[in-house]
């Protein structure tokens, strides 16, 4: 007796079911990066991590940290991080350990996030989730802009109960307020974001209407983001020097601008980025087959994120790389809104196979980084406690190898050093940025000393022994030769030409 053949009905049916369960599993996949290794290898998280533990250490009265830094208060912008992982490591969590829960958190938020703005636009489709999920790997997060991407995560949220609530002007401007605050929160720049979103929402469904009630709820958000700005330390940001990519030249400015929206969900690493760039063309042929089209409501807003990217400085007082975090959210928006529900299951089981592959590879890739980072925990571990430890660069970023500066991004691992009891200044401790502030003394080092010769070595470590009597360390990173054959034997093989310890005093 013959077995019924499947009918087309089926297997389109089984199809789509397995579409759903790709899509899934494309979502917890996006997850093991983050789970992989610990402390992530994203540019700026080491110092932050290591912000919270001061913060946690001075709380329990430690003098020695009190010497060092002063404890602001949560009460400013930005301070998500902080206050999240500190009540972890109340619980008991470890540092590191608490920073991968943060991370996993906010990716939670952000993926979920993602997917209400997508139903909120009408674009809702099984690759909503997957597309979350590659776009949570943007250039805010690998340069460690943590609390950013935390508040672009909230903001998704946000943005997508505002669209929920259009028929309702009361709740949205009592909501507009509790949403700018929330996000403003997490990040200032996050909270002028949503409020430029929801203007723009609120000016193109105003379009024809010879009535100004329609600008009345966005006000509230507006007037709270701009109060919640100049009462609070963040203020500060906005004095001293604002500066344009391109140095002055038009083709520069150009270039670099459009870089940024170039590289906006890459991760720095050549196979994970490959593996993206099939995706991204995957997505563009299903785009193009299904001639889907932005709204014009979408439309305008990206249109206005793509503005602001544009004019925004790259630098605007202690507030660096200001403009490298929007192209992301330019691109985050256009993949949430733009509707693939007509999408094949083939071509779709096939953008979220790519997309897993993207989350497997990268999170290999940070895998093989424990080690390295194992090693300069053995090597700080050896330092003295209550010393200091100085930070510099021997080799200039400009002429480290793309590939070495993010194999991991290792500039700020001299912050590790805190959880040995070791004061370094170049933890991120801005007054008008974070809880903790820098004491006045100690701010000619909250950078990294340029060593690029012996010669300059010498006189920063001339400086460094105005430090003693007590124990103080140089953490140099990328050393080149001629510094490590004068002081050989200061540096684990397994860190050769990255980092070098080189005592002061």
């Given at each position: 007796m013959s077995l019924p053949q499947?009918?087309?009905?089926?297997?389109?049916?089984?199809?789509?079911?397995?579409?759903?369960?790709?899509?899934?599993?494309?979502?917890?996949?996006?997850?093991?990066?983050?789970?992989?290794?610990?402390?992530?290898?994203?540019?700026?998280?080491?110092?932050?991590?290591?912000?919270?533990?001061?913060?946690?250490?001075?709380?329990?009265?430690?003098?020695?940290?009190?010497?060092?830094?002063?404890?602001?208060?949560?009460?400013?912008?930005?301070?998500?991080?902080?206050?999240?992982?500190?009540?972890?490591?109340?619980?008991?969590?470890?540092?590191r350990l608490a920073g991968t829960?943060?991370?996993?958190?906010?990716?939670?938020?952000?993926?979920?996030?993602?997917?209400?703005?997508?139903?909120?636009?009408?674009?809702?489709?099984?690759?909503?989730?997957?597309?979350?999920?590659?776009?949570?790997?943007?250039?805010?997060?690998?340069?460690?802009?943590?609390?950013?991407?935390?508040?672009?995560?909230?903001?998704?949220?946000?943005?997508?109960?505002?669209?929920?609530?259009?028929?309702?002007?009361?709740?949205?401007?009592?909501?507009?307020?509790?949403?700018?605050?929330?996000?403003?929160?997490?990040?200032?720049?996050?909270?002028?974001?949503?409020?430029?979103?929801?203007?723009?929402?609120?000016?193109?469904?105003?379009?024809?209407?010879?009535?100004?009630?329609?600008?009345?709820?966005?006000?509230?958000?507006?007037?709270?983001?701009?109060?919640?700005?100049?009462?609070?330390?963040?203020?500060?940001?906005?004095?001293?020097?604002?500066?344009?990519?391109?140095?002055?030249?038009?083709?520069?400015?150009?270039?670099?601008?459009?870089?940024?929206?170039?590289?906006?969900?890459?991760?720095?690493?050549?196979?994970?980025?490959?593996?993206?760039?099939?995706?991204?063309?995957?997505?563009?042929?299903?785009?193009?087959?299904?001639?889907?089209?932005?709204?014009?409501?979408?439309?305008?807003?990206?249109?206005?994120?793509?503005?602001?990217?544009?004019?925004?400085?790259?630098?605007?007082?202690?507030?660096?790389?200001?403009?490298?975090?929007?192209?992301?959210?330019?691109?985050?928006?256009?993949?949430?809104?733009?509707?693939?529900?007509?999408?094949?299951?083939?071509?779709?089981?096939?953008?979220?196979?790519?997309?897993?592959?993207?989350?497997?590879?990268?999170?290999?890739?940070?895998?093989?980084?424990?080690?390295?980072?194992?090693?300069?925990?053995?090597?700080?571990?050896?330092?003295?406690?209550?010393?200091?430890?100085?930070?510099?660069?021997?080799?200039?970023?400009?002429?480290?190898?793309?590939?070495?500066?993010?194999?991991?991004?290792?500039?700020?691992?001299?912050?590790?050093?805190?959880?040995?009891?070791?004061?370094?200044?170049?933890?991120?401790?801005?007054?008008?940025?974070?809880?903790?502030?820098?004491?006045?003394?100690?701010?000619?080092?909250?950078?990294?000393?340029?060593?690029?010769?012996?010669?300059?070595?010498?006189?920063?470590?001339?400086?460094?022994?105005?430090?003693?009597?007590?124990?103080?360390?140089?953490?140099?990173?990328?050393?080149?030769?001629?510094?490590?054959?004068?002081?050989?034997?200061?540096?684990?093989?397994?860190?050769?030409?990255?980092?070098?310890?080189?005592?002061?005093?």
């Amino acid at each position: 007796m013959s077995l019924p053949q499947p009918t087309i009905a089926s297997r389109i049916a089984w199809s789509d079911v397995a579409l759903r369960y790709a899509a899934g599993l494309a979502v917890i996949a996006g997850a093991l990066p983050l789970l992989s290794c610990a402390p992530a290898p994203l540019q700026d998280w080491p110092s932050h991590l290591a912000r919270v533990w001061i913060i946690a250490r001075m709380l329990a009265g430690d003098a020695f940290w009190n010497a060092h830094y002063t404890f602001g208060g949560f009460l400013i912008p930005n301070a998500i991080l902080d206050v999240v992982v500190l009540g972890l490591l109340k619980l008991g969590v470890t540092l590191r350990l608490a920073g991968t829960l943060y991370l996993v958190l906010t990716y939670g938020v952000f993926v979920g996030g993602f997917r209400q703005l997508a139903r909120a636009a009408g674009a809702l489709s099984p690759l909503t989730l997957p597309l979350g999920a590659a776009c949570f790997y943007g250039l805010p997060l690998f340069w460690g802009f943590v609390n950013f991407t935390t508040g672009v995560a909230v903001m998704l949220w946000a943005v997508a109960a505002w669209v929920d609530w259009r028929d309702r002007p009361l709740r949205r401007a009592v909501f507009g307020v509790a949403a700018t605050l929330g996000t403003g929160f997490c990040h200032i720049v996050a909270a002028f974001l949503f409020v430029g979103v929801v203007g723009v929402l609120d000016l193109v469904a105003a379009r024809g209407q010879r009535r100004f009630a329609w600008l009345l709820p966005p006000i509230p958000a507006a007037l709270t983001a701009l109060l919640l700005l100049l009462a609070s330390r963040t203020a500060g940001t906005l004095h001293g020097s604002v500066r344009w990519r391109g140095g002055g030249s038009v083709l520069g400015f150009v270039t670099g601008k459009a870089a940024l929206f170039a590289k906006a969900l890459l991760s720095y690493q050549p196979g994970p980025d490959v593996l993206l760039g099939a995706a991204l063309v995957t997505a563009a042929w299903l785009i193009w087959r299904l001639r889907a089209r932005p709204s014009v409501t979408w439309a305008a807003v990206m249109g206005g994120l793509v503005l602001v990217a544009i004019v925004a400085p790259e630098w605007v007082g202690s507030g660096g790389l200001f403009d490298a975090r929007i192209p992301a959210v330019a691109v985050i928006v256009l993949a949430a809104t733009l509707s693939l529900r007509g999408a094949g299951p083939r071509l779709g089981l096939l953008l979220a196979g790519l997309l897993i592959g993207r989350s497997v590879w990268l999170a290999a890739d940070w895998w093989r980084f424990n080690p390295m980072f194992a090693a300069i925990e053995a090597m700080l571990a050896t330092l003295p406690p209550h010393s200091t430890l100085l930070a510099s660069e021997a080799t200039p970023i400009a002429k480290v190898p793309l590939g070495a500066w993010w194999s991991p991004a290792i500039s700020n691992t001299a912050s590790l050093a805190v959880t040995h009891d070791i004061f370094v200044p170049s933890v991120f401790a801005i007054a008008d940025q974070q809880p903790l502030v820098l004491r006045p003394a100690w701010h000619e080092w909250s950078g990294y000393r340029a060593v690029d010769t012996p010669a300059q070595l010498g006189r920063v470590l001339a400086a460094a022994r105005d430090r003693c009597p007590s124990p103080t360390t140089l953490f140099v990173l990328y050393p080149d030769a001629a510094i490590l054959a004068a002081y050989p034997g200061t540096v684990p093989a397994s860190l050769a030409n990255r980092i070098a310890i080189i005592g002061a005093c």
